[in-house]
């Protein structure tokens, strides 16, 4: 059976990869900010409570 251990975030603009474990460990290849590891606990969260379409809405209302 497949589990779902981690998503993976990447900046478009950077380059730079968040990956949020399931368990709470949120890692990166390069140094992340404040800001950034809000956003992807933020939308780990959207994701796993509501699901892909949340997260869409809550992308399209930012901006």
Not at 5 to 17: A, L, M, P, V
Request: net charge neutral; aromatic share 10%; glycine share 10%.
């Amino acid at each position: 059976m497949f589990r779902l251990n981690s998503i993976t975030f990447k900046d478009e603009e950077t380059g730079k990869i968040i990956e949020v474990n399931i368990d709470g460990k949120v890692t990166s290849t390069q140094k992340i900010t404040p800001d950034e590891y809000v956003c992807a606990s933020l939308y780990t969260g959207l994701i796993l409570g509501g699901g892909f379409s949340a997260l869409l809405d809550y992308v399209q209302k930012k901006k």
